[in-house]
């Protein structure tokens, strides 16, 4: 091998290590821009679709009375029944969701006064729920 070409292999190493560490500040400068823009989305879409919209007795519809199915919806969490099965729930305008028992429920409202919503699932049965008025108007 000649002088050069040793010479132009032992400069090349730092220049790769260079590269390397450049690479790595811009790929964490990423990181921590899509994480800030994400937070200042879910604050923004909170501002814009408050929770307490829902909050209330949502009663499902169409059912014999005994089997009948209550979520309640508060700043505690989502009670179903009677029982809290979660302590967080995700709401932005348009769809309400939350997890439990390691399974993910999601309801799309169906008006726009926010009164009426539905199970979005893979089963036969998607129910209709609806806010009784009487709660909305004392969580508001």
Known sequence: ??????????GGQPKKSIEKILISIVLIGVVVTIILYATVYDRMMSHIFPKK???GVWVEQGVASYAVQK???S?????VDGNLVS???EYDGWYFSYSAGGEEYRY?????SNTEMMLESDEHYNPTFKLLE???????
Do not use: C, P, W
């Not at 091998?1 to 032992?10: E, G, H, I």
């Not at 700043?75 to 009670?79: C, D, E, M, Y």
């Not at 799309?108 to 726009?112: H, Q, V, Y």
């Open 134 to 140: 009487n709660h909305k108007i004392g969580v508001r």
């Open 75 to 79: 700043s505690k969490g989502v009670a």
């Open 108 to 112: 799309k409202m169906r008006n726009e």
């Open 1 to 10: 091998m000649s002088k050069a070409m040793k010479q132009d292999k032992l």
């Open 53 to 55: 919209e829902i909050y």
């Open 71 to 73: 979520i309640t919806l």
């Open 87 to 89: 302590t967080h729930f």
